[in-house]
C-alpha cells in the first residue's frame, strides 16, 4: 500500500435518525478467504455483508467496487435475569468460515452467545407443480388430469441468511474473541478469563482449554484480551493479556492449556515505568502472519512483530502515536487510555495496518522501514481520489499540513481494520462509516 495510494472507496452511511442513537457503530469487519465478500457487525447487532461487484468489461483493469450483498439481524438485546445484567446486541466478532459448498457460512458473537450462519444464492424457482398451485396451496385433486414435470425458471437474484447453530452458556464472562481452526471443524471462543474449544456440529457442549480464573476472585491480575489459532497448525493457539504478554499453547500438550508452552513477554525499562506502564502494555489485539512464523501485538502505544521462534523480545517495534506520551492523563481521565485497537497483516506480511485517533491509521512497510499515517474522511473518499499522508505535529517546528497534537478529536478513533487476503484493499470502521481504499498502482509501499 503506498503512501499515496490512487485509491477509490466506498462509504457505508448512517440514516439521520440511526446516527445519533449509536446502533450504527461498527463494532468489527472481516474479508472472507477469497476477499469477495466482507463482514461488518455493528453495535445495534446487525451484520452487513458487502460483495465485490465482478470487474467491469469496458474499464477491464479497473477493480470491481464493493455494494451491499446482504444485511441481517444476528443479535438481538437480552436479559440475564440470574444475573439481573443486561446482555448487548453489539457484534463482538465475525469469522467467515472457508466455503465448502456453494454456500458462504459465517460466526457472529456478541458478549455471550456465537451464532452460525448461512448464507446462500436463489436465481431460480421451480414451476409447474402437479398438486401445488403457483401460491402454493394444495389443488383439488379431482381437477389434476395429466402429469407434468417442474421446470426451474429464473426469478430476481434473492440472498437468504439463516440460523444454523446457536452456541449458548459457553461464557460467564464477555466473548472477545472467535477463531476458526485450521482443521475446518473447531473453533475457539475466548472471555476475560476462559477459552473455550468447540465443534461446529455441536452446540450443547465445548471443552475448556484455558482457565485463569483464580480461586479468589481478588488474586486476580490479569484477564485475556485476545486469542488466536495459528493458520496451519491445527493443535497451536495465543492468546494475549492485559499485562502484555502472549502466551503460545499447544494443545497435544495437554487437555488444559494452563500452562503455556512459550511465553512472549518484552521486560520492562525500569526508567520509563509510570502511572500508566500496565494500563498502555495490554495487548488489545493479536494476529499470526499468513505464514505463520510471525505474530501482531498491538498494545495502546506501539505495535509489535513476535517471531514465533523467539521469546525474550519482539523483532519489530512500531510506534504508532508517541506523540500521545505527554497527554496520558487526559487519556485516562476521558477513558481513552482503554480503547482497544485492532491490527491487520497485508497479503504478503510485508506492510502491517493499525489505527489511531483523528480517523487516522497507520501502515509500516517491514521491509523497507517506512511508515504512513493516512486519513479515513469524506474528502479523500471520493472515487480515484489520493490519500495525502499527515503527520502530527507535537511540538518544535511546525510545517504547512500538520496537525496540532490539541487538535486531534479523539472521538474520532480507528479501532477496527481489515485488509483484503491477497490484494492491496482496506477496510477501515471509522465509527459509522465504513471506508474501503485500494492502491490502484502497484504494491509496494512508498
Request: net charge negative; hydrophobic share 35%; proline share 4%.
Amino acid at each position: 500500500m503506498q503512501a499515496s495510494p490512487n485509491c477509490h472507496a466506498n462509504v457505508s452511511q448512517p440514516s439521520a435518525e440511526e446516527s445519533t442513537s449509536g446502533a450504527d457503530i461498527i463494532s468489527t469487519a472481516e474479508f472472507n478467504h477469497t476477499g469477495d465478500l466482507l463482514a461488518t457487525g455493528d453495535k445495534g447487532g446487525r451484520v452487513v455483508i458487502f460483495q465485490r461487484e465482478p470487474e467491469s468489461k469496458n474499464e477491464p483493469y479497473s477493480q470491481g467496487e464493493y455494494n451491499v450483498y446482504s444485511t441481517f439481524q444476528s443479535h438481538e438485546p437480552e436479559f440475564d435475569y440470574l444475573k439481573s445484567l443486561e446482555i448487548e446486541e453489539k457484534i463482538n466478532k465475525i469469522k467467515w468460515l472457508p466455503k465448502q459448498n456453494a454456500a458462504h457460512a459465517l460466526l457472529s458473537t456478541n458478549d455471550k452467545t456465537i451464532k452460525l450462519w448461512k448464507i446462500t444464492e436463489r436465481d431460480k424457482r421451480p414451476e409447474g407443480y402437479n398438486l401445488k398451485d403457483e401460491e402454493g396451496k394444495l389443488k383439488d385433486l379431482s381437477t389434476v388430469t395429466s402429469l407434468q414435470v417442474p421446470v426451474l425458471k429464473p426469478m430476481d437474484l434473492m440472498v437468504e441468511v439463516s440460523p444454523r447453530r446457536i452456541f449458548a452458556n459457553g461464557h460467564t464472562y464477555h466473548v472477545n474473541s472467535i477463531s476458526v481452526n485450521s482443521d475446518c471443524e473447531t473453533y475457539m471462543s475466548a472471555d476475560d478469563l476462559r477459552i473455550n474449544l468447540w465443534h461446529l456440529a455441536i452446540t450443547d457442549r465445548s471443552f475448556n482449554i484455558v482457565d485463569i480464573k483464580p480461586a479468589n476472585m481478588e488474586d486476580l491480575t490479569e484477564v485475556i484480551t485476545a486469542s488466536e489459532f495459528h493458520p496451519h497448525h491445527c493443535n497451536l493457539f495465543v492468546y494475549s493479556s492485559s499485562k502484555g504478554s502472549l502466551r503460545l499453547c499447544d494443545m497435544r500438550a495437554s487437555a488444559l492449556c494452563d500452562k503455556h508452552s512459550k511465553l512472549y513477554e518484552e521486560p520492562e525499562d525500569p526508567s520509563s515505568r509510570s502511572f500508566f506502564s500496565e494500563i498502555i502494555s495490554s495487548v488489545s489485539d493479536v494476529k499470526f502472519s499468513h505464514s505463520g512464523r510471525y505474530m501482531l501485538a498491538r498494545d495502546y502505544l506501539t505495535v509489535k512483530v513476535w517471531d514465533l521462534n523467539m521469546e525474550t523480545r519482539p523483532v519489530e517495534t512500531y510506534q504508532v502515536h508517541d506523540y500521545l506520551r505527554s497527554k496520558l492523563c487526559s487519556l485516562y481521565e476521558n477513558d481513552c487510555i482503554f480503547d482497544k485497537f485492532e491490527c491487520a497483516w497485508n497479503g504478503s506480511d510485508s506492510v502491517i495496518m493499525t489505527g489511531a485517533y483523528n480517523n487516522f491509521f497507520r501502515m509500516f512497510d517491514r521491509n523497507t522501514k517506512r511508515d504512513v499515517t493516512l486519513e479515513a474522511s469524506r474528502e479523500s473518499s471520493k472515487p480515484r481520489a489520493v490519500l495525502k499522508p499527515r503527520r502530527v505535529c507535537a511540538g518544535g517546528k511546525r510545517r504547512k499540513d500538520d496537525i496540532s497534537i490539541d487538535s486531534l478529536d479523539f472521538t474520532k478513533k480507528i479501532l477496527h481494520t481489515a485488509w483484503h487476503p491477497t490484494e492491496n484493499i482496506i477496510a477501515i470502521a471509522a465509527t459509522n462509516n465504513l471506508y474501503i481504499f485500494q492502491d490502484k498502482m502497484n504494491s509496494e509501499m512508498h
